[in-house]
């Protein structure tokens, strides 16, 4: 059985100070929960996080990477580089990367690539904007980021790919879709792949992102194809995220 896969999205939040705090409280929960715990912290944090982690069950991400290998990238950061400092994971297609950053299906696809050739798991961020939801677009919207993605890399490929649900009106404004919305979704997703390959929709790891808490996690961790959480806000508060890796599942 699949395990169930916290992922905690800093963001661009966290000092030095601040990270201590909160990876001394994650630390004290971190063998006792039944989740498998990814930290995604800023990349300048990286080394700090694995300081902490190492030895423990918890495990590393990056909340970005670069498309290309190496070169005159000014600001940016490689795949190798974040294998280097022991990331596992990365975030792919952040709604917040897609829309502040520019990054479209094609740019996220050959990310997807460089995490992969790395040795890194891949971590497809997708979802509606209010407006394409309220349009009726929602569904078409996810399986083109979806279907962009796979037509792109191969399904080969994207069989080592996690993905997270994420509906953008979700994202950092407490209003959660609810487990009904968000199992549909996921529902959906599920089935768009058993059509690619029945056995792969069964392995697939499919998140839920958008204002995840310590309250709503219960319910929505029980829909049938949620299996397990991306978290942001809620991450940087230890009681809070003790509380949803400690759900019973
Ligand atoms: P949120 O962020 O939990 O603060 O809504 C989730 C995310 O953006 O990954």
Not at 37 to 66: D, M, R, T, W
Not at 74 to 101: I, N, P, Q, W
Not at 154 to 174: D, N, Q
Request: glycine share 8%; net charge positive.
């Amino acid at each position: 059985m699949k395990q169930t896969l916290i992922i905690a999205n800093w963001k661009m939040n966290g000092s030095i100070l601040a990270n201590s705090k909160l990876l001394t409280g994650m630390l004290k929960f971190s063998n006792t929960a039944n989740t498998e715990l990814v930290i995604c912290p800023p990349f300048p944090y990286l080394h700090q996080v694995k300081e902490y982690i190492v030895g423990s069950n918890i495990k590393l991400g990056a909340q970005n990477v670069n498309e290309n290998n190496s070169g005159s990238y000014t600001g940016e950061v490689s795949a190798d580089m974040l294998k280097e400092f022991y990331c596992r994971y990365v975030l792919v297609g952040h709604s917040e990367r897609r829309s502040l950053f520019q990054e479209s299906n094609g740019i996220i696809a050959k990310k997807i690539t460089q995490a992969m050739d790395a040795g890194l798991t891949p971590v497809l961020c997708i979802g509606e904007s209010l407006a394409q939801r309220e349009k009726g677009d929602a569904q078409s919207v996810i399986l083109e980021q979806l279907s962009c993605v796979i037509n792109d890399i191969g399904l080969k490929k994207f069989k080592s790919v996690v993905i997270a649900y994420e509906p953008i009106w979700a994202i950092g404004t407490g209003q959660t879709a609810s487990p009904e919305q968000a199992q549909k979704v996921h529902r959906m997703i599920r089935q768009y792949i058993y059509g690619l390959d029945p056995i792969l929709s069964k392995n697939i790891s499919i998140l839920y992102g958008g204002s995840v808490n310590e309250i709503n996690a219960a319910e929505l961790i029980k829909q049938k194809d949620i299996d397990g959480f991306l978290v942001g806000g809620a991450s940087l508060k230890p009681d809070s995220i003790e509380t949803i890796c400690k759900l019973k599942i």
